[in-house]
């Protein structure tokens, strides 16, 4: 019964008409609340669209980049004077000058210092190295006259993208008039081709954007991930198991659940700075190495591993424990036998997971010097390398016009293996995971 | 480097006597005569357990020990006006010896060095061999001492669950471990600080500038250096912020449509979408707000006429609500789906629409899981790093306008202890007391959630 103003009671008629009066006003205010929260999914959503296009935007033209294609004559005597193909000769040989001329006569010849200074610096100035190893790789084709692909300098590359304009003034730009009408003559005797990159993933870090790649990143990430896989599973699965099955309910157990989550809680850049004050402060470790890296991201990673291997432990139902018990297994072997092998795909789930956050995570691995300019590919988990997303960091930060296209290829290989990832543990999940 | 070339002979020692173990039983038992305790391979298992792990322990303990008896018996190389020298001085006459003894050389070194590095290749030869001995003569030790001991009546099966029970103890308490080497290591760096730089005054204090000793010495730094986080306290106070007011209203009706409106379709879609949110790397949000967001924001104040610094506290803060809308929603989502339905049927059954139930009904009994859902995003904003190093800039301004460019805790730590560093200085030292406060931050923020979820949460079974 709804009551009046003044107190008394509305007739049953009065109060329907109140309500019904009233009806449009809630109505509306129902849709509108509904449509608040369909907009706030769309903002949501539409921040996603937002940045993967953003990436994919400047990454995938970034996985591309210009070469020119020039008549190089593979001279014998000049490219390897001591006559046995070995690195030290090859790198003291002439390889320069083959790749100077026959860029020259690609030209036509252009006389004068200045036209020559301008010829040269289309081309990276890895050319020379990428003639030598091209000869080491085709040894049959020595002292013929073969096409080679060399990449174009960064600014050249920006030129042909369209970012540095033929509008803006000569002083203002970066490259001048004589390279942009070589290019053009290059360009007319299509000679230029616009390629997927083969510096992105067999070159290492560069302060040059053309011959930048990822693989010694790449290289060093895997280390990293695998001391880290090598440390935290079983780790946190034997924490899971202790404290799921055998912990008895007392103050340690509280204890070590509280520290657990307080793990959890704490800033990943603060598991660096620990890794740092311990690891390589106090024991005297090597700074940016992955076996550091891999032992902090180990820590940062465990309470995720722990909290979904004890679900995994807890979904097993407790008549499978009892029947093993009963048919006289010990404790242990109930575990061992019965219950770690049905838990173990949840448990995989979890650490696939814990895994790829380890992958994306950057902050700890600056805190232990894993930032270090590393030209060469790590060999083993004691020497020093970088990991791909502090590549990208690294990246960022460079000034260079095409280093933000790099960068974006990079982030789509981070991307990709972060899904194909998480694709995988929930591919895991459905496929081995029982249902009691 | 005796470590893991010792490594794989300990367990070939292992291995064998597991087989030795695991023979013997199985010939008892094909013999048939005297019952055995437990299974053949039980007894295999605890005489290799039994030859390796004391054996490893041990090793690791070795060679973990004998740098540090080698450093100290480098003393006697030193000459004197290194012994009295400071930390940095006996430092750089450690590298200088450590340097030769990996064969790099540069240039001519004093003949102490030349002596020190030979007597420690000595040394190392010398540990090397005791190392390897030791192990490997425990190993074969304990191994034979187990497979002695083994006979029919011995409880081989419960010795190797023992070994296994605190094997699992040792594990879990690694968790224990770290996070008292964390409070404590940077815990002892702090009190270093302090020891420096009064505490009141890097509390209270109202200018961040810290300088290297180094360049305060020489004259090039241009003032004295000062410690006051109260910048970077209102640095980080106004990102969060601005994360907060991006995060909490888009996550919150995020959470309130997909529980209570959307179809069972929609959920599975939308779901998985805003997750990825979270799994997007830090760094790829850094990425995107320096070289979208904040020009975007910059230009947008252009069009308006209003100044906006280019690393503006606005762009990192609303790149950083982006990253935790998905921690607000998915936990505000499960203490939405865990109100009973019978409270919902009820407020229904009195006439209310839908939305009037969610306002008046589910969401004020929901209200200390969704209190405590935001706590733990503001404590991720605190904590988060990578969008405020790449986004955020170094100024340490003390301003409250989200469009000045303002510096964080995190991102002033990253700065100060990536690349390298003297350990002694003040300026290293104060990243370990920026990290103390960012601890106790965090912990506190993530108690105080627990705490609200217990006391205020509705029983309702």
Known sequence: MT???????????EAAERVAASLKKRGRSERRFQYLGIAAITCSILFLVLLFTGIFSKGIPGMFQHYVTLEVFLDKNRMDPQGDMSPDSLYTGDARGLVNESLMSALGNPEGRKAKRAARSILSSSSPSRLAEFAVKHPELIGQKVAVKFAVDDDIDSFMRGFISRETPESDRRINNQIIEFVDRLNQASLISYEFSDYLFSGSASRDAEIAGIKGALIGSIWTLGVCLLIAFPLGVATAVYLEEIAPKNRVTEIIEININNLAAVPSVVFGIMGLAIFIIAFGMPRSIPLVGGIVLALMTLPTIIIS??????AVPPSIRDAALGVGASKMQTILHHVIPPALPGMLTGTIIGMAQALGETAPLLMIGMVAFIVDVPGGVTEPATALPVQIFMWADFAERMFIQKTSAAIIVLLAFLITMNAGAIILRKKLERRW | MSLTSLILPLLIIGAIYFYLGQHWGRRQWALGSVKLHSLPRYYGFWTGLVATVPALLLLIFLSLGDDFLFKSMLKQFYPSDVLDGDVV???????????LVEGVRFGVQEPWVEAAASAWIGWQKVADLVIASVTIGCSLVAGIFAYRQISPTFRARNGVERIILWALIACSSIAIFTTIGIVLSVLFESIRFFKLIPIQDFIFGVEWNPQFEGAERAGSGGGTATYGMLPMFAGTFLISAVAITVAVPIGLFSAIYLAEYASLKTRSVVKPLLEVLAGVPTVVYGFFAALTVAPFVRSV???????VASESALAAGLVMGIMIIPFVSSLS??????VPQ???DAAYGLGSTKSEAIRQVVLPAALPGIVAAIILAVSRAIGETMIVVMAAGLAANLSFNPLDAVTTVT??????????QEFESAKTLSAFALALVLIVVTLALNFFALQIVKRYREQYD
Not at chain 1, 3 to 13: A, V
Not at chain 2, 89 to 99: D, E, L, P, Y
Not at chain 2, 301 to 307: C, K, N, R
């Open chain 1, 309 to 314: 291997s004890r679900a995994a432990i807890r």
């Open chain 2, 411 to 420: 991102s002033q730590i990253v700065t100060i202890l990536s690349g390298d």
């Open chain 2, 301 to 307: 104040g252009a069009s308006l006429g209003i100044e």
């Open chain 2, 342 to 344: 019978s409270l919902r």
């Open chain 1, 3 to 13: 009551r009046s103003t003044d107190g008394g009671l509305l007739s049953s008629q």
């Open chain 2, 333 to 338: 989502d499960d203490v939405i789906n865990a």
């Open chain 2, 89 to 99: 001085v006996r430092a750089i006459a450690f590298t200088k010896v450590m340097n």
